[in-house]
């Protein structure tokens, strides 16, 4: 998985997702770039154990982030979807 910190959304979005984009340590959004996986079994249950660890990593590492925005290609509709969780509490 790669993030970046920053207060722009559309900054994260580009052409080439393996570019490098630089952190604004400052930043309100944490943006998750790259997320792979494959299709084990397993991942569903794995997913929430590390998706909780990965929030209180953000919160703790970067308190002025309060947002984690990821965009999801769906490759049936060509289409993108852009979701968005607040993390703070």
């Known amino acids: 998985m ?3 910190i920053g ?3 559309d900054e994260f979005i580009r052409d080439d ?3 490098v984009v630089e952190d604004n340590e400052d930043g309100c959004i944490c943006y998750i770039d790259q ?3 494959d299709k084990d079994k ?3 249950g794995l997913s929430y154990s590390i998706w909780a660890y990965f929030k209180e990593y953000i919160i703790d590492k970067y ?3 309060n947002e984690i925005t990821w965009a ?4 049936k509709t060509g289409g993108r979807h852009v979701y968005c969780k607040n ?3």
């Open 35 to 37: 997320l792979i996986t």
């Open 7 to 9: 207060n722009k959304q």
């Open 2 to 4: 790669t993030f970046y």
């Open 87 to 89: 993390i703070r509490r």
């Open 42 to 44: 397993n991942n569903p």
């Open 63 to 65: 308190p002025n982030v």
């Open 72 to 75: 999801r290609y769906n490759f």
């Open 17 to 19: 997702p393996w570019t």
